[in-house]
């Protein structure tokens, strides 16, 4: 059974920082690109970061510079760090696994920025 789990969301004031974690089972880790989408209330689900296989890395133009991802594949987790954070930023964070085979989606995990 295939399951993706988000954690570390929270509430944080603007300029403040999280560091997002989805720990993977039931997958080949390596074999799967990774990637973290966001849904605001009323809005599409977006792309905001993701990994390759390979450790390459690509970030939405509204995050770039502030968020940071990473995977470790020894222990089947990617993570987002996430930096100066912005209230555009509050939304339902969501972990996305990809191979040609398909793709899985966590639970997702909830980040509020707010003064």
């Known amino acids: 059974q295939v399951q993706l789990v988000e954690s570390g969301g929270g509430l944080v004031q603007p300029g403040g920082s999280l560091r997002l974690s989805c720990a993977a089972s039931?997958?080949?880790?390596?074999?799967?690109?990774m990637a973290w989408y966001r849904q605001a209330p009323g809005k599409q689900r977006e792309l905001v970061a993701s990994i390759s296989t390979g450790g390459s890395t690509n970030y939405a133009d509204s995050v770039k510079g502030r968020f940071t991802i990473s995977r470790d594949n020894a222990k089947n987790t990617v993570a987002l760090q996430m930096n100066s954070l912005k209230p555009e930023d509050t939304a339902v964070y969501y972990c996305?696994?990809?191979?040609?085979?398909?793709?899985?989606w966590g639970q997702g995990t909830q980040v509020t920025v707010s003064s």
């Open positions: 996305n696994a990809r191979s040609v085979n398909g793709y899985y």
């Open positions: 039931g997958i080949i880790f390596s074999s799967y690109s």
